[in-house]
């Protein structure tokens, strides 16, 4: 699965290959989001991500359904999607 996570503000949308979830998360503005957070490697509340993430890209802005599409076409046959 290709998961990606699009914070905008502090509204945040989420897709599986190129599904978009059905709600918008919302993430006060104060909320220090970190990388391992992101990745499901949260130590300091005893969960770890058993699984493997090949590839991690952070965009300085939020991208549009159009460019995670983009992403996924140009990845999926990485891993035989």
Avoid at 2 to 12: E, H, Q, R, S
Avoid at 36 to 41: D, G, Q, R
Wanted: hydrophobic fraction near 30%; glycine fraction near 8%; aromatic fraction near 12%.
């Amino acid at each position: 699965y290709m998961f990606t996570g699009v914070l905008n503000g502090n509204l945040g949308d989420t897709y599986v290959n190129t599904e978009k979830s059905k709600s918008t998360l919302t993430v006060p503005s104060y909320t220090n989001i970190q990388i391992t957070n992101v990745l499901n490697a949260r130590p300091l509340e005893g969960f770890y991500n058993s699984g493997s993430v090949s590839n991690t890209l952070v965009y300085n802005r939020a991208l549009s359904s159009q460019e995670v599409l983009q992403n996924y076409n140009a990845t999926k046959t990485r891993f035989g999607l």
